[in-house]
């Protein structure tokens, strides 16, 4: 089995910087992918991390610890159109390398 | 980024009858795809994994009889929801991989299913 554990819900300010941590417990870890999900609507992919380390992408940038079992996605210069879900998932390396979802943390960005 | 097709976006159906729910890779070819129930202000929870030309694989939990999975070709696999009941009103999202195995998931539009 596996944990994917994610705040579910977190706040901020426009401009502002935010970080959404996932904690991961499971087995035959193969990489982890943060989405991006607004209402109503279907997941839209940010980052993929498999190595230690920090991926940069613009705004966003997403940091992995395999040993920790520990991810972050960071968001940089907030803007109101970042209010959305995000969420992380696990890639497995069983059988056809299924992605599960963590969570699930609900962004609200504030004027 | 590769290009998923779900269909239909929303539909309306009666306690009893069944839905048909396609997901089509449109310019690759999706060797597995994966099936997820979503629920208001949830995660998505996997449902199946389907794999073209072989019988799909169940998470614990998920009736095999009443969500059936068809992956008929490299492009395309159903889910149909037979007998549906109001408490299986949900948002059912499905995702493709390419055949290279750990590359990022190509999502459907989803389809917004209510039972009526």
């Known amino acids: 089995g596996q944990n994917i554990d994610q705040p579910t819900e977190m706040t901020a300010t426009e401009g502002a910087i935010v970080q959404i941590n996932c904690t991961y417990q499971?087995?035959?870890?193969?990489?982890l992918f943060w989405y991006q999900q607004h209402a109503g609507e279907a997941p839209t992919f940010l980052s993929y991390?498999?190595?230690?380390g920090l991926e940069e992408k613009g705004r966003f940038s997403s940091f992995l610890s395999r040993s920790k079992g520990y991810s972050y996605l960071l968001l940089k210069e907030l803007q109101m159109k970042d209010s959305a879900s995000y969420l992380c998932?696990?890639?497995?390396?069983?059988?056809?390398?299924?992605?599960?979802f963590g969570t699930g943390t609900r962004l609200l960005v504030s004027p | 980024g590769a290009v998923v097709s779900q269909h239909p976006s929303r539909v309306i159906c009666k306690s009893g009858t069944s839905v048909k729910i396609e997901c089509r890779s449109l310019?690759?070819?999706?060797?597995?795809m994966f099936w997820y129930r979503q629920f208001p202000k949830q995660s998505l929870m996997l449902m199946a994994t389907?794999?073209?030309?072989?019988?799909?694989?169940?998470e614990q939990g998920v009736e095999k009889d009443k969500f059936l999975i068809n992956h008929a070709s490299l492009t395309l696999s159903t889910l149909t929801v037979t007998s549906a009941h109001p408490e299986d009103s949900s948002f059912y999202i499905c995702?493709?991989?390419?055949?290279?195995?750990?590359?990022?998931?190509?999502f459907g539009q989803g389809t917004r299913l209510t039972v009526v």
């Open positions: 310019d690759f070819q999706a060797t597995t």
């Open positions: 389907s794999n073209e030309g072989s019988k799909a694989t169940y």
């Open positions: 991390n498999v190595l230690d």
């Open positions: 995702s493709a991989r390419g055949e290279t195995g750990n590359t990022e998931a190509f």
């Open positions: 499971t087995s035959g870890f193969n990489g």
């Open positions: 998932a696990v890639s497995r390396n069983t059988g056809f390398q299924k992605l599960v």
